[in-house]
């Protein structure tokens, strides 16, 4: 059986297509439910954290604004502090991890995709392809020193800051 030139070419060019398809993640959206850090969920109760990291230090933070801004709305939020670790909330609503600092020993999972201090930007932009060009250019992207997985179900983020090309800490944002 016979091809055409333009049948070779149009088979050409499926799979081309077809490999850049295989090539980027289909990640579509970032929810707080796939976040893992050191087999702890993205919200914790005190005791849990405390079970898994020993004694923090405490501290009250004087945030003007966002979920966790002090003042009349918010009911006493605090920090447990570890050595690479911040997590934020009160005794009521349970904590979050605000910062984590990547070393050689720890990583963060989200949904099966591991994060650690190894982590390349480019492996993580490849990664979360098609998430991330919703909200910025493949040219923005490269340039950028911090990239933020937008949640799907809440107005917050995870950043991810990136020094020498690599992943090395993660911090929790919210809005104003």
């Not at 447990?80 to 609503?93: F, P, R, S, V």
Request: proline fraction near 2%.
């Amino acid at each position: 059986m016979k091809f055409s030139f333009l049948t070779k070419i149009f088979s050409i060019i499926l799979v081309l297509l077809l490999m850049n398809s295989i090539t980027f993640s289909k990640v579509k959206s970032f929810s707080w439910k796939d976040f893992k850090y050191c087999d702890l969920s993205f919200n914790n109760s005190k005791m849990t954290i405390i079970k898994k990291f020993g004694k923090p230090k405490q501290n009250v933070p004087e945030y003007e604004c966002g979920n966790y801004a002090t003042g009349k709305k918010n009911p006493d939020y605090y920090q447990l502090i570890y050595k690479d670790i911040i997590c934020i909330g009160n005794d009521k609503e349970g904590f979050i991890f605000e910062s984590i600092i990547l070393n050689d020993n720890n990583y963060i999972m989200i949904g099966d995709y591991r994060i650690s201090n190894k982590t390349s930007k480019n492996e993580f932009i490849k990664h979360f392809n098609d998430l991330l060009l919703t909200y910025y250019s493949k040219e923005e992207l490269l340039n950028r020193e911090v990239i933020q997985l937008f949640s799907k179900d809440t107005d917050d983020c995870a950043e991810f800051y990136f020094k020498n090309g690599k992943v090395f800490k993660f911090n929790y944002w919210s809005p104003c």
